[in-house]
Nanobody, 122 residues
């Protein structure tokens, strides 16, 4: 089970950090990902990370602004979001899959947490 948190209202240029806590320790072969869905749009890939070892992957739209990381001791994955823009406004979801993090299709992720709303507005 995945529990996402950390969303909120922030001004353009601001920062937020999202957390995704997994109940139980994910297996080393897992990848954890973040997706987002804005009103009227399809769910889109944001970032992903291997649960064990190196390997991160970002959507071009967030590269250089967002950073995904993990704390294995806390079974938690984070998404640090800096220089936020109004177009980053969406519900953000975390998800897990078995295998590579270099996968952007939401259909390839097996388990999902509930979303957390991020609103970027002045």
């Amino acid at each position: 089970q995945l529990q996402a948190s950390g969303g909120g209202l922030v001004q353009p240029g601001g920062s937020l950090r999202l957390s995704c806590a997994a109940s139980g320790r994910p297996f080393s072969s897992y990848a954890m990902g973040w997706f987002r869905q804005a009103p009227g749009k399809e769910r889109e890939f944001v970032a992903a990370i291997r649960w064990s070892g190196a390997g991160t992957y970002y959507a071009d739209s967030v590269k250089g602004r967002f950073t995904i990381s993990r704390d294995n001791a806390k079974n938690t994955v984070y998404l640090q979001m800096n220089r936020l823009k109004p177009e980053d406004t969406a519900v953000y979801y975390c998800a897990v899959r078995v295998g590579s993090p270099y996968v952007t299709s939401s259909g390839d992720y097996n388990h999902w947490g509930q979303g957390t709303q991020v609103t970027v507005s002045s």
